[in-house]
């Protein structure tokens, strides 16, 4: 049996009372108290993440920006310095390799961070497909750890613990060299879970600190640590998509209902042909959310129906700890997509009543001023 990788707060989720589980291979927590419990926390309040298992891959070098705009859908070329940027990456054929987010650092300088299973394929695939740019791309990884706070509470939080002040750091943007309890990291305000908050970078050693110090600044505004189990159920209020769920090699970010991010003006990337002539053809099928009439809980895989006959599958169902009803997204042909719609689901061999709803579930709470 493989051994399951360690982040470097594995000690304090053990000490915390964390549900260990295999994600990915990684030993993370999947709930503390409890994924409900979480779920609210971050909703009224604050949640802590240990995502330190994301991949971290720096391009630098007088190309570095040319080869970014080659592998992405997304333009970077109107990027501000320290903005950050999320874009699919895409195959030839217009199936999603993973998506990223870019964070620009200097003009020849970005930081890519991707999802942790795919940290491995996306480097190769990088290294692969910048072969001739001026650009060196390094997988680092191992040298950063990442702490995310998100609720409404974070900002108060986090500003106890930093001298930077952070009425000034704009949605979708980093700080570099930031002190956070006296450790030198890198904070962005962005996030996964559809509220306002901040993602931190540091080095791996500097972790259990800066974690400690925030959870014990932060107990008497109700900051709770938070794991997997409410990430995924915060994300999919908020519609955010995930690889293997809303986004694989089998499907593109136009059938994901990503085309804002897909600029095919651009004079070109990996996957721009097939991404053109898919939209040009038309959809065979987009993304929708489904409210379950009838009791139940939707599940990825579960089969959607009309008039009893199979028109797609849910890409994503949970019960909704905010909203109190079931909800899917899934991918089913468009003209079954307009809200309102009347369809049903498949429970294990039951047809369960559903609708659809505009998405996303949950209006996200960002602070974009």
Same mark, same amino acid.
């Given at each position: 049996?493989?051994?399951?990788?360690?982040?470097?707060?594995?000690?304090?989720?053990?000490?915390?009372?964390?549900?260990?589980?295999?994600?990915?291979?990684?030993?993370?927590?999947?709930?503390?108290?409890?994924?409900?419990?979480?779920?609210?926390?971050?909703?009224?309040?604050?949640?802590?993440?240990?995502?330190?298992?994301?991949?971290?891959?720096?391009?630098?070098?007088?190309?570095?920006?040319?080869?970014?705009?080659?592998?992405?859908?997304?333009?970077?070329?109107?990027?501000?310095?320290?903005?950050?940027?999320?874009?699919?990456?895409?195959?030839?054929?217009?199936?999603?390799?993973?998506?990223?987010?870019?964070?620009?650092?200097?003009?020849?300088?970005?930081?890519?961070?991707?999802?942790?299973?795919?940290?491995?394929?996306?480097?190769?695939?990088?290294?692969?497909?910048?072969?001739?740019?001026?650009?060196?791309?390094?997988?680092?990884?191992?040298?950063?750890?990442?702490?995310?706070?998100?609720?409404?509470?974070?900002?108060?939080?986090?500003?106890?613990?930093?001298?930077?002040?952070?009425?000034?750091?704009?949605?979708?943007?980093?700080?570099?060299?930031?002190? %956070?309890?006296?450790?030198?990291?890198? *904070?962005? #305000?962005? /996030? +996964? @879970?559809?509220?306002? !908050?901040?993602?931190?970078?540091?080095?791996?050693?500097?972790?259990?600190?800066?974690?400690?110090?925030?959870?014990?600044?932060?107990?008497?505004?109700?900051?709770?640590?938070?794991?997997?189990?409410?990430?995924?159920?915060?994300?999919?209020?908020?519609?955010?998509?995930?690889?293997?769920?809303?986004?694989?090699?089998?499907?593109?970010?136009?059938?994901?209902?990503?085309?804002?991010?897909?600029?095919?003006?651009?004079?070109?990337?990996?996957?721009?042909?097939?991404?053109?002539?898919?939209?040009?053809?038309?959809?065979?099928?987009?993304?929708?959310? %489904?409210?379950?009439?009838?009791?139940? *809980?939707? #599940?990825? /895989? +579960? @089969?959607?129906?009309? !008039?009893?006959?199979?028109?797609?599958?849910?890409?994503?169902?949970?019960?909704?700890?905010?909203?109190?009803?079931?909800?899917?997204?899934?991918?089913?042909?468009?003209?079954?997509?307009?809200?309102?719609?009347?369809?049903?689901?498949?429970?294990?061999?039951?047809?369960?009543?559903?609708?659809?709803?505009?998405?996303?579930?949950?209006?996200?709470?960002?602070?974009?001023?």
């Amino acid at each position: 049996m493989t051994e399951l990788r360690r982040t470097p707060l594995f000690e304090a989720h053990e000490q915390l009372g964390g549900k260990i589980i295999d994600f990915g291979g990684w030993a993370l927590p999947v709930q503390y108290t409890g994924i409900l419990d979480e779920h609210r926390a971050v909703r009224e309040r604050a949640g802590l993440f240990d995502v330190s298992h994301m991949g971290e891959i720096m391009f630098e070098g007088p190309q570095a920006f040319a080869a970014i705009q080659h592998l992405l859908v997304n333009d970077c070329s109107g990027m501000e310095m320290h903005q950050v940027l999320y874009s699919p990456m895409c195959y030839p054929d217009g199936g999603v390799v993973d998506d990223l987010i870019v964070y620009k650092l200097g003009d020849q300088r970005f930081l890519l961070v991707v999802n942790a299973s795919n940290a491995g394929k996306d480097f190769d695939w990088m290294s692969k497909n910048i072969v001739g740019f001026d650009v060196s791309a390094v997988n680092i990884s191992a040298d950063m750890a990442q702490i995310a706070i998100q609720g409404p509470a974070a900002q108060d939080i986090l500003q106890r613990n930093t001298t930077t002040d952070l009425n000034t750091l704009k949605f979708f943007y980093c700080a570099p060299d930031t002190n %956070i309890a006296g450790r030198k990291c890198l *904070v962005s #305000r962005t /996030g +996964y @879970t559809g509220e306002d !908050g901040f993602e931190i970078y540091c080095a791996p050693a500097d972790a259990r600190h800066i974690w400690d110090t925030l959870l014990a600044s932060g107990a008497d505004s109700g900051l709770i640590p938070a794991g997997l189990g409410a990430r995924d159920t915060l994300r999919f209020e908020a519609a955010l998509p995930l690889y293997g769920h809303e986004l694989s090699a089998e499907i593109s970010p136009l059938e994901a209902g990503l085309g804002f991010f897909v600029k095919l003006g651009k004079d070109e990337f990996i996957g721009k042909d097939a991404l053109v002539a898919q939209k040009a053809h038309g959809l065979a099928r987009k993304l929708a959310g %489904i409210e379950l009439v009838d009791r139940g *809980v939707p #599940r990825q /895989g +579960y @089969t959607v129906l009309s !008039g009893g006959a199979p028109i797609g599958h849910v890409t994503s169902g949970v019960f909704s700890p905010t909203l109190q009803k079931g909800l899917a997204l899934a991918l089913i042909p468009p003209e079954y997509a307009k809200a309102g719609t009347e369809l049903a689901l498949d429970i294990r061999g039951k047809a369960c009543a559903a609708r659809v709803v505009k998405i996303p579930f949950y209006k996200k709470a960002y602070r974009k001023e």
